[in-house]
């Protein structure tokens, strides 16, 4: 288990007195406490031992604790260090000083202990929620190595300190070889699980001042100090070996999974920069990938050929990358056209808001008992949604209608698919979901609405659509319609009305979906319960 971090608090006070009370009272919270009787010797220590929070007196000879607190503020190693500052000087400017110089609080003697420990107390928690932050923001949330951003603030750093000193850094980019199809074989649990084991295998089997980072999807990057080419190129052929050597298993399966991977070294003397190292070992990773893969290649050892094709993979890799992205953002944008869409429905009629969502539940049960396609599902799901949209443009009157009614009222209800449709077009991301819901009036005889459509003319999505949006409006109550049937009489009359409105195929799909759900359904009923409860 892991143990708590023990917090270090630096006191610099020329009182021999106030450093051994000081000692004690920290001692008493469970902290170290790291001495200083001057400021020569407190801001040393500071640079070196990095302490939590540093109490500093504001008298002192030679260097008094203003002066101190503004040297601890400009050096970069202690400048974060938060400050207390604890002296007889109660006067209003003094505090107001040391506040404009950095410190994070100001404590007057005498001190109260309580209060003291107290003050303490709130830094140090403050300093636990930073790092907390800090950690959150390096960390790769599936894997929990470290991110791309960390990865590259090493990197730099690392760099620098070998372009000043000397020596090698040796970067390795590991690419799970066709991940693709683990996801969409075995789903995207399982591909995650796959990362994560890889990302532990990394971890676990480098050096203590090597760094393995996620560096995003399925490349995991490792940063090794001072390593020459050769003895890296080594190592990235032992890791490689251990990955595919692993005992892998999903579903109670076993697969393989295997890692290509490139190597790139800095030797301390050109002028590569952080992404010019990463680029090489990304180069050096494709050339791996064409040669065919579960195997590892150098950067110094790619031909010319080789360097214009990585150019070239790189190029279309890139390309491929802002696709997806763009693809991602157009969905993401849909999402929110959808949700938009369906306030409006709810601010026309909140039955109608109830009734789609009813409805999207009801399509994809129907759906998955005939095993269509997820891509199918998927339209059902937002056709589902957006079916009844046309409505939001048909007057309160005909919409609530008590009466019958009149052929024309009937003809301006009946363009509802028509209108959903219309609204939809401009948008151009529901191509497929309008002809769901335009056509989902149909009848299986062709007596049906806008197109008069007969048997699998009728999409299948529509024809689906069609028995799950009738088992919602039998089973609800409307405010314009006292009627609502039990879920058992609705299915009787569908059952009734296969092969004349209803695809039989569909609801035969949709009696094997009732008997699954006939202790929640229908969901009209069961919400108002829970609303009558709540």
């Avoid at 200083?36 to 008298?59: F, H, T, Y």
């Avoid at 995650?192 to 980072?213: S, T």
């Amino acid at each position: 288990m892991k143990t708590k971090k023990q917090r270090k608090v630096l006191v610099i006070d020329d009182s021999q007195p106030n450093l051994v009370l000081l000692k004690a009272h920290l001692n008493s919270m469970g902290l170290i406490a790291l001495l200083a009787d001057n400021a020569r010797e407190g801001i040393a220590i500071a640079a070196e031992q990095k302490p939590d929070v540093i109490l500093l007196d504001v008298m002192m000879p030679e260097i008094d604790g203003f002066e101190t607190c503004r040297r601890l503020k400009a050096d970069i190693r202690t400048s974060s260090i938060p400050v207390i500052f604890v002296s007889a000087r109660d006067a209003s400017e003094d505090k107001i000083g040391g506040l404009k110089l950095g410190a994070i609080d100001y404590v007057a003697k005498p001190f109260n202990r309580a209060e003291l420990q107290a003050r303490i107390g709130i830094v140090l928690q403050m300093t636990e929620l930073q790092e907390r932050l800090l950690l959150l923001a390096n960390t790769d949330e599936l894997t929990g190595l470290s991110n791309r951003r960390h990865f590259f603030e090493i990197l730099e750093r690392e760099v620098l300190q070998a372009k000043i000193r000397g020596g090698s850094i040796a970067v390795m980019m590991f690419d799970v070889d066709h991940f693709k199809n683990f996801n969409d074989t075995y789903g995207h649990l399982a591909g995650d699980k796959i990362l994560q084991q890889v990302g532990k295998i990394l971890n676990e089997n480098i050096y203590p001042l090597d760094m393995a980072a996620r560096y995003g999807g399925e490349e995991f990057v490792i940063v090794m100090p001072g390593m020459p080419v050769e003895v890296a190129t080594q190592r990235a052929i032992k890791l490689c070996s251990i990955v595919d050597k692993y005992s892998w298993e999903i579903s109670d399966q076993s697969v393989s999974v295997t890692c290509s991977v490139g190597v790139a070294v800095f030797n301390g003397v050109d002028s590569t920069d952080p992404y010019e190292l990463v680029r090489r070992a990304d180069e050096a990773l494709y050339a791996a990938k064409r040669r065919g893969r579960n195997c590892v290649v150098s950067y110094d050892t790619l031909n010319p050929d080789e360097q214009l094709q990585a150019h070239q993979d790189e190029d279309f890799y890139e390309l491929q990358t802002k696709i997806s992205a763009l693809a991602l953002q157009i969905r993401e944008q849909a999402m929110g056209i959808i949700s938009a869409f369906t306030k409006a429905i709810a601010a026309k009629d909140p039955y109608l808001a109830n009734h789609v969502e009813n409805v999207k539940k009801y399509a994809i049960a129907i759906a998955k008992q005939m095993e269509v396609s997820d891509l199918l599902i998927q339209q059902l799901e937002t056709a589902a949604m957006l079916h009844d949209l046309g409505k939001i443009i048909i007057p309160n009157n005909i919409l609530h209608k008590l009466s019958g009614l009149t052929d024309d009222e009937r003809r301006i209800m009946q363009r509802h698919p028509i209108s959903s449709s219309e609204i939809l077009a401009p948008i151009g991301l529901f191509g497929q979901e309008i002809v769901i819901i335009r056509h989902h009036h149909e009848n299986y005889d062709g007596t049906g609405y806008p197109n008069g459509l007969v048997g699998e003319n009728i999409p299948i999505g529509s024809r689906i659509l069609a028995v799950a949006n009738s088992f919602d409006s039998i089973t609800s109550s409307k405010p314009w319609c006292a009627e609502t049937k039990s879920a058992d009489d609705a299915l009787g009359e569908i059952v009734s009305l296969a092969g004349s409105q209803f695809d039989p195929e569909v609801v035969d799909a949709f009696k094997r979906a009732y008997a699954e759900n006939h202790s929640f359904w229908p969901l009209s009923q069961r919400r108002k319960a829970e609303c009558t409860a709540n």
